[in-house]
């Protein structure tokens, strides 16, 4: 006769005692979201904020600007930090970590800019620090990372990560808005970084990458490692050749494995084909593909920017400490990772007002030629180091956009190299 | 100065020592994913068959047909049960998880039909029994629905759930093929489960859905406690009126929150929109839409079936027991739970070669109704109670569709009532 004692209960969870740094778009989303999930048992005892006399939503007492207040209160446990300055960010996140608390954040930039630091304070604190909203807002992307594909054989993590750009360019492409208004409406709706270049210019996209290929595959990079752009170099008649082509331009993220110990990665707007997942990822959403040996494709989408999305991922994080959890990092701590490289080939599109901004001795193989008073362009197939030295497709008035399928067979370009580029005439 | 010691280092996993019953197509699936993850250091002793004669691809000294060699193993410490008899296989399980075992199931139908039994197994003898494998295959919904949305305000769960049955109905509709071929390429691709009538007569998606529920919802149920069907009676007739309005017919498992503490729950097949996430799950994939308060809709798509994603799936419950990792039914051990109900109304399709196989008198209201020598259709709306006690609707000759907005907000029509049927004459 089993008794009550016996009967399962619901595991002890640790009382959680919040202090908030940051009380924006996405502090206050959590705010709101707390009040809504009383069973959590985790209440904001105190909210540190840079200007105080701007008017609030909730009563001035909750307010501090003082940051020791919750760095120095035993009593906060978590310390959640929601602020747009990374650098302010990382010291907050320092400190908390080295007095024992656990820390949340959701600030991409700082973490990947402080990736091995944060690293090794949190091993040598022995406390935990989770960030679910860095990444896609509201996907669980980084804790499926950790824990589900672990020992399955990853070889791509391949995505829309920035749901600012994501919107803008849906904005351009269906209600063939203008970027200006497009990007206007994003912020407007909240999607978009306070500072808008880290956006549109690709840095958060590339921020985000670095903290995929950390959780996927272990390696510790910097935005400087790979290539990235953003989307503001995209033009008019690029869309409309898209559309001629049954294609959508989409800023794409990807980490591929190429060969048995490499891995390639890069941030670059893409063609994308009707048929691509990620074709369906449209306004503020954000996608993402995983492929593996034996799990094959998976698919992951959900709303990748606004306060609730990115709130819901932060209290996840939040709910998860509760019992304990802490990422493990073993990807990263494994022997025999692979070693990011920029020796690959990739197939482009470059289109220029003038010819001549288009550098043809980079490439080492052109496939496709367009000729136009004000619209040239150009496909071909260039070494990403080339890429990542020179910056001529950079200029103003150039723009390139990846082919749907971007990473070409090295072997097979290297042999027909650049020779075959000259007797075709080119150059 | 930081020495050495103080760098991370990689967790210390336990060695695991795994009892593998069941050399199917998933059991060999896993025996093959095991041999390219060195890294798990995970390896399996023995295998447990019942034919002992059958020619098999590894050696024979791998096998015993005595489950006790396994059981009583005292260095097996996780038993991997891949058999396809539910009742043996509960036995197996019962077993190992008595004698302290870690338990990895696939098992949908054996752990549908047992769920309280093995909570209460896992709790007494404090150990660990995962599943992953048995819903969705490679897809992660049940960690996810376990560690992501404890807090999140979950509002529904629904999806494509069966491979099988989706690959049939692809074929059907993309390929024109009849039901029977459809079914037959199925299982030639190991998609089906060895007794085809589980996969198209809906049981095995009802049996998913009994176990959504349980990690969504903390609900637990039986199938019979809510109104499923398979494919086996959609029609020739029934694809074409979906091509002609742009719709396919998905067979979905839905679970949804319908007022403050109640729940619908249902599987049966529904017309899908082209702008549904769910269109776009073909063949043998599965698709997971949930919506929650602040996350809003996440999307979860990959293959639903297969040796190899379903192995995946094992493999990932193997990976995570290295680190003591089990379920902690925050959902169902908590207060407050939603209340399954069929107290709700469905607005739902139904043909019939003979018009007076639908029983006009159990709907509330019927909406469009067409009649022809041998295709007559009603749509309409009913109470779900009617379609639960009533088994008109499952008659040879008769098909029952879904509407693709199935749920209809029950006030409205409580009021129009049965009267506003009379009115219109229609009965």
Redesign the interface.
Known sequence: M?TNI??????VSKPLTLGLFGFGVVGK?LYD?LQ??P??QASIKKICIKTPDKKRAISQNHFTTSSEELLNDDSINVIVELIDDADAAYEIVKAALKKGKAVVSANKKMIAAHFEEL??L???YKTAFLYEGSCCA???II??LE???????LTSVKGIVNGSTNYILTKIFENDLSFKDALLQAQQLGFAESDPSLDIEGHDAANKLTILLAHAFGNIATPNDFIYNGITSIKKTDTILAHEKHLKIKLVATAQKINNNQLAAFVLPQFVEAND?LS?VSNEFNGLITE????????????GAGA??T???V??D???LR?DYKY???K???PNKLTLTNDYFLKIFVSADDLEKINKDDFEWIEEWHNEASNNWVIGIIHATKLQENDWWKQTGVSLILHQNPIVNNVEYKKIGKRSLQLAGVI
């Open positions: 089993s016996n009967k399962p209960s619901l595991p989303g979201v809504s999930t069973a959590l690293l090794q949190q091993h040598e509201s996907i669980p804790r499926n824990e589900y594909y672990d020992n399955d054989l997942e369906n593996s040996s034996f799990a094959d494709k998976h698919f992951f989408k959900g709303k609730y999305p709130a819901a991922a209290l996840s939040i709910s998860a019992y493990e990092y073993k990263y701590l494994q």
